[in-house]
């Protein structure tokens, strides 16, 4: 259904991962925070999720851009820190 002109639109922007059964919020900035999600008749909800206004595309484009950014070096630190713990060694 397309809108009419003096149709007022709101459009409310978040944006979650779900890996291994774990709900992350990508739009709240602090990683490692892990969300619970509720069922309900009308759907599911996901509890304390930030969501963000947007009025333009170009918004919703620049914010995916820099948390996607911001996940990718999350996931970089992660795979170091990995792989540090996998690679290191006690010597006595």
Do not use: P
Request: aromatic share 6%.
């Amino acid at each position: 259904m397309l809108l009419e002109k003096d149709e007022d639109t709101e459009i409310w922007l978040s944006y979650v991962q779900i890996y291994c059964e774990t709900i992350t919020d990508l739009l709240s900035g602090q990683d490692g925070l892990e969300l619970q999600h509720t069922e309900h008749d009308d759907g599911s909800f996901v509890k304390e999720l930030s969501s963000m206004f947007v009025t333009k595309v170009e918004d919703i484009n620049f914010i995916l851009d820099k948390r996607n950014e911001a996940k990718r070096r999350s996931n970089r630190k992660a795979r170091a820190n990995r792989e540090r713990c996998l690679t290191s060694t006690d010597t006595a």
